[in-house]
């Protein structure tokens, strides 16, 4: 069975710039939970999405968004990048939404500021 | 909101000594608790969980881990460590009605020789 799958790994933009990352979750998994992970904060919940709706926001600008598709594959855009955006961000998905349901992480999109 | 916090961010053990690591949560109902190995370049791989049931849970590479309700605490053992253990290691929480995980702050595993 694949993995979640995160494109692309690596990726170089500019401030000010857009970017938009995608997540192919495990087959038959619905709910995909995005975090963006830094050397200085850690391990940062974004936001997840069950059935094509967020139910579930952090506590992180309104530059970041996402949203999730009838396939269950997610995207997440970050727009007015910022040197703090450098990152590596993780998409986990899991079977149902939350209450004790292991996430299956992917290796990560890492996203380099310049 | 839960805050998770791991002691020590390093911890050197000798190949074929034990492995602790130690994880305390903050709240007062017990939250559904895990343990996550992330290796270089790599995603976070579960480890082990706890929901409700058996405190004393057990997950792949030999690892276990032991619930205590009254310390709040979710400690991760490891009876005998491998080179192949060396890796970032986190602790994450996420409470009965919530859908978030909220991780420590992780903790560096080497393995000696």
């Known amino acids: 069975k694949a993995g979640v799958t995160q494109t692309p790994r690596y990726l170089i933009k500019t401030r000010g710039q857009q970017v938009t990352l995608s997540c192919s979750p495990i087959?038959?998994?619905?709910?995909v939970s995005w975090y963006q992970q830094t050397p200085g904060q850690g391990l940062q919940f974004l936001f997840e999405y069950f059935s094509e709706t967020q139910r579930n926001k952090g506590n992180f600008p309104g530059r970041f968004s996402g949203r999730q598709f009838s396939n269950s594959r997610s995207e997440m855009n970050v727009s007015t990048l910022e040197l703090g955006d450098s990152a590596l961000y993780l998409c986990?998905?899991?079977?149902?939404?939350?209450?004790?349901?292991?996430?299956?992480f992917g290796d990560g999109t890492r996203l380099s500021i310049l | 909101a839960q805050s998770v916090t791991q002691l020590g961010s390093h911890v050197s053990v000798s190949e074929g000594a034990l492995v602790l690591l130690r994880c305390n949560y903050s709240?007062?109902?017990?939250?559904?608790l895990f343990w996550y190995v992330q290796y270089p370049n790599q995603g976070l791989q579960l480890l082990l969980k706890?929901?409700?049931?058996?405190?004393l849970v057990k997950g792949i590479n030999g690892f276990e881990a032991e619930f205590k309700k009254s310390e709040t605490s979710f400690h991760l053992t490891k009876p005998s460590a491998h080179m192949s253990d060396a890796a970032e290691y986190f602790c994450a929480v996420s409470d009965r009605d919530d859908y978030k995980l909220s991780f420590g702050a992780g903790t560096t595993v080497t393995v000696r020789a």
């Open positions: 706890y929901t409700t049931g058996a405190t």
């Open positions: 986990a998905s899991s079977l149902l939404s939350g209450r004790g349901q292991p996430q299956h």
């Open positions: 087959s038959g998994h619905r709910s």
């Open positions: 709240s007062s109902v017990p939250p559904y």
